[in-house]
C-alpha cells in the first residue's frame, strides 16, 4: 500500500473513530440519564443533625448520614435499580468505545506508516494522539471500576478533540522539521500524551464535581469523581516530570542546552508546579473536595494551554503546529 493510500486510510479511520466516539457518547447518556438517580451520601452526612437517643449514645455512622434510606430509595446509575435497557445502553456504549479506541489506534499507525516516522510530529497527529490517550485513560479504569458515568463526557471530549484535529490542525503526512528527527520523540512525546490523556480524565471528573449539586442526581457522588480525578493524576504527574526531564535532554541534544526559557518549557514548567501544588495540598495541608478540585482544573487549564495555545500564539522553538 502506498504513502497516499495509507494517509487516506488513516484520515477515514479518524472520521470512523468520531461516529463511533459520538454513538457511543449516545448510548452513555442513555444510560446516565434513564438510570437512576441518587444522593451525595457525603453531602447528606454533613447536613444531618446528630441525634442522640434515650441510651444516651449516637446513632450509627450509617444512620446518621442518612445512607440506608437514600441508598435504597435512590441507587447509583448502573445498579439494579436502573432499568434494564438503560444498562445494556451503557453496555453497548461501552463496547462502541471499544471500537472507537481501535479506529483510533489504527489511525494513529497508519498514519506513522504513511509518513514513515513516529506519528506525532505536528498539532494534528498530537491531538489525534491525546484523544486516543483519553480513551485509553477511560476505558483503562473501567477495567478495574465501574466509571461509565464518565462515559459521555470522555466520549465528547474525545470527538470533539478529534474533529478539531481535523478541522482546524489537519496536516498531509509527510516529513517533519530536523529537530523532530530524533528518537527522543518517541520517549518525551509519548509520555506527555500518556500524562496528558490522564489529566483530561481527571480533568472531565472535576468538572463534574463542580456541576453535580448536594442533593439527589443521576451525577455521581463528589466523593467519586474526586476519586478518579484523584488517582489519574498520582499516576500521571511522575509521567509528566519525567517527559519535562525527557524534554530537557533532548534540548541539549537539538540546541546545546538542557533549559532555554522558550514558551513551551515554561508553560510545561507551569503545568508542572500546578498539578504538585494540587498533591502538595492533598497530601500535606489536607485539603480535599471544592478546594483541591479548583486547584486541579486550574492545573489542567495551563496544561491545556501549554499544549494548544502555546504551539498557536506564541512562537517559540516548539512552534511545530502547521497552522496557519
Same mark, same amino acid.
Not at 494522539?129 to 483503562?140: K, R
Given at each position: 500500500?502506498? =504513502?497516499? @493510500?495509507? $494517509? ?7 472520521? *470512523? #473513530?468520531? &461516529?463511533?466516539? !459520538? ?65 445494556? =445502553?451503557? @453496555?453497548? $456504549? ?7 479506541? *481501535? #479506529?483510533? &489506534?489504527?489511525? !494513529? ?69 530536523? $529537530? ?145
Amino acid at each position: 500500500m502506498s =504513502a497516499e @493510500q495509507l $494517509a487516506g486510510l488513516s484520515d477515514l479511520f479518524v472520521v *470512523a #473513530a468520531v &461516529l463511533l466516539y !459520538i454513538f457511543g457518547m449516545i448510548g452513555f447518556a442513555i444510560e446516565l440519564a434513564f438510570g437512576r438517580a441518587r444522593a451525595d451520601k457525603a453531602a447528606v452526612a454533613a447536613k444531618q443533625p446528630v441525634l442522640v437517643g434515650a441510651s444516651g449514645e449516637a446513632p450509627s455512622s450509617e444512620a446518621a448520614s442518612g445512607e440506608g434510606a437514600l441508598a435504597e430509595a435512590a441507587p447509583a446509575v448502573g445498579d439494579s435499580g436502573s432499568p434494564g435497557w438503560a444498562v445494556r =445502553a451503557g @453496555q453497548v $456504549a461501552l463496547g462502541l468505545a471499544w471500537l472507537g479506541w *481501535a #479506529a483510533n &489506534l489504527t489511525a !494513529i499507525v497508519t498514519r506513522g506508516l504513511a509518513a514513515d516516522r513516529w506519528p506525532w510530529g505536528n498539532m494534528y497527529e498530537f491531538v489525534v494522539a491525546i484523544s486516543f490517550a483519553a480513551v485509553t485513560a477511560f476505558l483503562g479504569t473501567q477495567v478495574r471500576h465501574n466509571v461509565r458515568f464518565l462515559g459521555p463526557f470522555v466520549m465528547v471530549t474525545a470527538a470533539l478533540g478529534l474533529g478539531l484535529a481535523v478541522r482546524v490542525f489537519y496536516t498531509a503526512a509527510g516529513p517533519v522539521v530536523p $529537530a523532530l528527527n530524533s528518537y527522543w520523540i518517541a520517549i518525551h512525546v509519548t509520555a506527555a500524551i500518556l500524562a496528558s490523556g490522564l489529566m483530561t480524565l481527571a480533568g472531565v471528573s472535576g468538572v463534574l464535581y463542580l456541576m453535580r449539586g448536594d442533593g439527589v442526581s443521576r451525577l455521581p457522588a463528589r466523593a467519586d469523581l474526586e476519586r478518579v480525578a484523584h488517582r489519574a493524576i498520582v499516576f500521571a504527574f511522575p509521567v509528566w516530570t519525567f517527559a519535562v526531564i525527557a524534554g530537557a535532554l533532548w534540548a541539549d541534544r537539538a540546541w546545546g542546552r538542557y533549559w532555554g526559557w522558550d514558551p513551551k518549557e515554561v508553560w510545561s514548567f507551569i503545568t508542572w508546579v500546578a498539578y504538585a501544588a494540587y498533591l502538595h495540598a492533598r497530601a500535606t495541608a489536607g485539603w480535599r473536595g471544592k478546594s483541591t478540585t479548583i486547584v486541579q482544573l486550574v492545573a489542567f487549564g495551563c496544561l491545556l494551554f501549554n499544549l494548544i495555545g502555546v504551539n498557536i500564539f506564541i512562537d517559540g522553538l516548539h512552534s511545530y503546529a502547521d497552522v496557519d
